[in-house]
């Protein structure tokens, strides 16, 4: 399937700090999904993004989906430690999801 | 609601042995799938299915085998257990009217084979 490289692998945050991971991809996507998994738990759907220049907000956390839609982002304002865990994008690829290998945030209090 | 329930949740292998790992959904879901994810990797697609009797095969297939005899079933089965499958398995499964809906995962299962 398609590759998409996720930057950074890994972000140190102190609490209050803002956190973006960047989604890339080589090749035109349709949509894109975001998922969060806590420590030592599954993955949790977050969103999808279908449209080019989409933009969509969820209390603190940002998503935004590139103009050529190959490149996505997952901004997170003034984390909390609650923001701790693992996000992944996850473009189609045929009938599955092409889950990237995912940027890992730890919030210090 | 249950949601996907997987079993078990732990598990220990010797090098050699075979098991199966039982996925179950109860959203009346068409499509289920099996990733397995190791450390730094993400999650890797093994099998999927999209539907009823259906099959295919994903991105890492070698040394497992599936079955979806039942809609609300997805098992996955290793036959001789490698060490190179220790890993946490998670199955999960989506609606069928789009095949690139929401995925709802199953709370995963570990595994060490030794």
């Known amino acids: 399937g398609q590759q998409v490289m996720q930057i950074p692998q890994y972000q140190h945050v102190q609490e209050g700090e803002d956190f973006t991971t960047y989604c890339n991809s080589s090749t035109t996507l349709s949509n894109i999904q975001w998922y969060k998994q806590r420590p030592g738990g599954h993955p949790v759907f977050l969103i999808q993004?279908?449209?080019?220049?989409e933009v969509k907000k969820q209390k603190r956390l940002t998503f935004q989906f590139g103009e050529a839609k190959k490149n996505s982002s997952l901004h997170i304002t003034a984390t909390q430690t609650t923001d701790v865990g693992t996000y992944f994008c996850?473009?189609?690829?045929?009938?599955?999801?092409?889950f990237g290998k995912g940027t890992s945030l730890l919030v210090t209090p | 609601n249950a949601g996907v329930t997987q079993t078990p949740k732990f598990r220990v292998l010797k090098t050699g042995q075979s098991m199966t790992l039982l996925c179950a959904q109860d959203?009346?879901?068409?499509?289920m799938y099996w990733y397995r994810q190791d450390p730094g990797m993400g999650l890797r697609l093994i099998h999927y299915s999209v539907g009823e009797g259906t099959t295919a095969k994903g991105e890492v297939p070698d040394g497992y085998n599936v079955s979806r005899l039942k809609k609300q079933n997805f098992l996955l089965g290793l036959e001789s257990a490698a060490p190179s499958q220790t890993s946490v398995y998670f199955c999960?499964?989506?609606?069928?009217?789009?095949?690139?809906?929401?995925?709802?995962f199953g709370q995963g299962t570990r595994l060490t084979v030794v």
């Open positions: 959203m009346n879901h068409e499509y």
């Open positions: 993004l279908v449209k080019s220049g």
């Open positions: 999960a499964s989506s609606y069928s009217n789009s095949p690139n809906t929401e995925a709802f």
């Open positions: 996850a473009p189609p690829s045929g009938y599955a999801l092409n």
